[in-house]
């Protein structure tokens, strides 16, 4: 095992090889960057590229751009409130308010370490997870998978704001996003369901469109009414010492950045779930880390935390996430479908032999990921106080380029104009919510959840019977869900009540 | 005197009108345009796959070698793209689409939003065959048709959805050969393929072509095949010759239509008959292709022409069907 993990590095060194990396790296910090234009079509068409290609090369290209564009998508959302990704929407929460104060410069920092750490951590998590990857996997059945959804939605509790009308506000925000993701053709019976007669409407509602929607196009209304740039009146003297300051943030809070990391890595092996629910359930776990009812108070308005969260769990899951196609041959998302393409393009068979004989092309691959995230943080902090200033530009300067990405991005999931009219439907949803202090993050999970759990519930039901409830890892899971929801109570009771308002998130 | 002078002037407008034709006649139909190929589903599918490589060695076969580019109009099962296709793009042979297989058997079922008739569309032919197989888990003991008829344990088979092959075929297994089969709804087939691994399902059906990798690793066998045969499965017992029940045989090689028409390319109905002969020719020409054989092999994807007739004489024969068949057909198939 050392000697293909030794192996894989050596690969990853060969000029080539690291040339087309370096080339990779590059595209996907534009595609991480630009919001809508994901990893998965990227990878789609860089396909052609790699026709002349060896393995050897060909995966340090097309893994090194996928595994950096949440790195770079976290910027975007820092930056302007944007989520560069579908996968960065989290950092979002606290980010953007830190670069509103004025502190683009030390969210970024953080946002970046720490993503690296996760990047690291997932790389590792691959690494060392690699022997004992398949029984990982199969331990999970559709029941639990069922279990670990409802566990990923108790994080609506956390995610709400504080007192018995945010919780009220946060579980009717959730609802109302389960409910949105039933819109389609249901999956059991092929019933068309909040269609209106719309053909649009027949494969649900994509992600992009709406969660760009929900959360950009408030911000860039708040923008335009403020009338100045997005860090405000704020002086931006010392952006280098912000930096400073956000990198150390992370190893400040480098327990919190790990436990994040871990959550990211092991939702990331779920085929389904992925990056969407991680950067929730880490966010989630990072709000709860708050030991006042003030602190907890001041999530969603700038906590650090709340960006290193997110900002560790979307990169750790990158490598997790390589593994339903390596070990089984079986992509779990587009974009993996897509990299499984590739795979046979190269006469490759993803599936146990990547375990075996090919491992060290295994472990280049972690190597790919570890050693892109390094290069591609260390560019970003060299530009990272060009960057911040953007936050400095006159808001009606960057309004026009800001929404035109926006439209452009929610254009990209489906070619249709009906995906502009979504991202404004839900932008206005979106205006209303952070009026109404109707909290969106528990919107999102709702939507992202919603139809996977009952799929999950149908399938466990038709294959098991009742007998699925009495399993003992759901048993288990379902123990650690009511922790997870009761928790919040518990340590309420040990803080003092002061505040009564629930926060806009 | 005066009438003689209009008509003459009306031939000289006409030989006018007619003078660029007569010129363009001598260069070929294709030379200096672009050819858009749509496509009917999302990127990363087989649809998508077959498109960008038909997209890579067309424009080869086609005199005056135009440039070939791929296009996204997902959703709603392909309809959208088809609808499009079919009452807005102009029928000038620069556009064709590859739309989805099931679109006679939508038309049949009267699905909502269909807004075609699919015997009307230019048919340019199909790329592939998409043969059918049940797929059973290789350590259980059931190797042959009779072996899961003697099954006592229902069979639990992975699958989609209703919409799909994977339920749709087993399904009428179910109804009319009397096997023992129950159907687990998983989001995706990779979810469903997840569960055959950790032996949560029994197995599950689905295009050859996406099964062959497991078969060939030994996860599965396969047991019985639809109507439609590639090499390879020529030896698996068929679907309508295990029932005696008529009905059933006409349901079964309805739902097989499908099957032939694995990748189907259409233009817009009204396209110049000259582009239709020439793309034809193409796409017959282009499967025998031997770069593109070999490239598609590394796919695991077969390229097999089916001539524009053959999709036609499928597509009517859907079409066809006295309402009573078309009720009882609605009763497993959905769209």
Redesign the interface.
Known sequence: MWDAFIGGLLINLQFNSFLYMLVGCAIGFWVGILPGLGGGTTLALMLPFIYKMSPEEAFPFLLGMHSVVATTGDITSVLFGIPGEATTVATIVDGYPLAKKGEAGRALGAVLMSSLVGALFGASFLAFTIPIVRPLVLAFGSPEMFMLIILGLTCISTLSGHGKRGLMLGLMSGAFGFMISLVGQDRQAGVLRFTFGQLYLWNGLSIIPVMVGLFAIPEIVDLAVRGTAIAGNVQLGKLGKGVREGIKDTFRHFWLTVRCSIIGSLIGILPGLGGGVAQWVSYAHATQSAKTEEERANFGKGDIRGVLGPGAANNSKEGAGLIPTVAFGIPAGSGMAILMGAFFLLGLVPGPDMLTKHLKLTYSMVWTIAISNVIIVAVCLLFINRLAKLTTIRGNLMIPIVLLLCFIGAYTSNNDIADLIVLMVFGGIGYFMVKYRFPRPPFILGFILGKLAETYLYSSATRYGAAWLLRPKVLIILAIAVAFAVYPFIQKRFRKEVLSEPDKI | MKRWGWVFAGVLFLDVLCFPFTIQAAAPFYEGKTLKIIVGH????GY??MA?LMA?YLPKYIPGKPVALV???????G??AA?QIYNITKPDGLTIVTVDRGLPIAQLLKA??VRFDAAKFSWIGSAAVEATVLCIRSDLPYKTFEDLLRAKEPL?LGS????NTSHQFPILLKEFLGLKI???????S??S???I??K??DGRAGSYSSLK??I??GLVRPVIRGRVVESGIENLPVDEDLTKDLKGKAIMAMRSAGDLMGRPFVAPPGSPPEAMAILREAFSKVAKDPELRQ?AE???MTVEYVPAEECLKVVNFVLSQPDDIAREFSKYI??
């Open positions: 999302g990127a990363g599918g998508d796959r960008r890579k296009e996204f109009v997902p959703g709603a099962s309809l959208i609808n909502e939003g639990h989609v959805g209703p919409a129950n159907l687990v709804i998983y989001p995706a990779a979810e393929m997840l569960a691994e950790r949560e399902a990798p497991f060939e690793r490239e590394k796919f695991m959905k769209f």
